[in-house]
């Protein structure tokens, strides 16, 4: 079956700094991931759909220059938070689309970010 | 913008008994899709319905979607702690692959 990594699994930095979060799909290729932010018993939130090639398109309220999204190859997306901030603590879960006839979203493991 | 409501937010059940998690959406959906989130973990899809009034079963599992393709429901049949976790639903408008996910609902089962 499709599967979605992400990395790192969990991350803790200091304020101010900026953190990267790789999302791969293994086994097949993708060419729209999706970003989602889930606070602790929470639902997912979209943040941004990030298509191979173009730019990504964010959501409303999503800071775009804060949330930094690559997807150079259809297999790679990441996500750069810049200037983290205790507030930015989430969990940070990528999918891929799997272009089945379901159209599937397969989910990576998730990014735990603790900012101190 | 579009909402998806779920209900309950929580529910308890004994090990045995029935469970039911219902979605609502503002709009008319294309599709929707289940999701499984067991503690500590990411989303698992379940299952996409696609048809208006589709029924769909997985073993103990029946997914339903409504005849105006605005609300579905999941429910499971003799509860398993196996089956903790919380359920989202997610619905999709139009031809856009984006997910609108509900809040889900939290199944505790007590053995």
């Known amino acids: 079956g499709a599967v979605v990594s992400q990395h790192p699994s969990w991350v803790i930095c200091k304020s101010g700094t900026s953190v990267k979060i790789e999302c791969r799909s293994l086994?097949?290729?993708?060419?729209?991931m999706f970003w989602y932010r889930q606070f602790p018993k929470q639902s997912l939130m979209l943040m941004a759909t990030?298509?191979?090639?173009?730019?990504?398109?964010?959501e409303q309220g999503v800071e775009k220059d804060k949330f930094l999204i690559n997807h150079a190859s259809l297999t790679l997306s990441t996500l750069t938070v810049t200037s983290a901030h205790p507030e930015d603590s989430s969990f940070y879960i990528c999918s891929a689309l799997s272009g089945t006839v379901y159209n599937e979203q397969f989910f990576g493991p998730g990014t735990r970010l603790t900012v101190l | 913008g579009q909402q998806v409501m779920q209900i309950p937010q929580y529910q308890h059940v004994q090990e045995g008994e029935d469970f039911t998690t219902y979605c609502n959406s503002s709009t008319t959906l294309s599709n929707i899709q289940w999701y499984k989130q067991r503690p500590g973990g990411h989303p698992v899809f379940l299952i996409q319905l696609v048809k208006s009034g589709e029924v769909k079963k997985q073993k103990r599992l029946t997914f339903q979607f409504g005849e105006a393709k605005k609300n579905s429901s999941l429910h499971i049949t003799a509860t398993q702690t196996t089956d903790v976790g919380t359920y989202f639903c997610?619905?999709?408008?139009?031809?856009?692959?984006?997910?609108?996910f509900g809040k889900g609902t939290l199944l505790t089962v007590n053995p």
């Open positions: 990030s298509n191979e090639g173009s730019k990504a398109t964010y």
């Open positions: 086994d097949f290729q993708a060419t729209t």
């Open positions: 997610a619905g999709r408008e139009g031809s856009n692959y984006k997910l609108t």
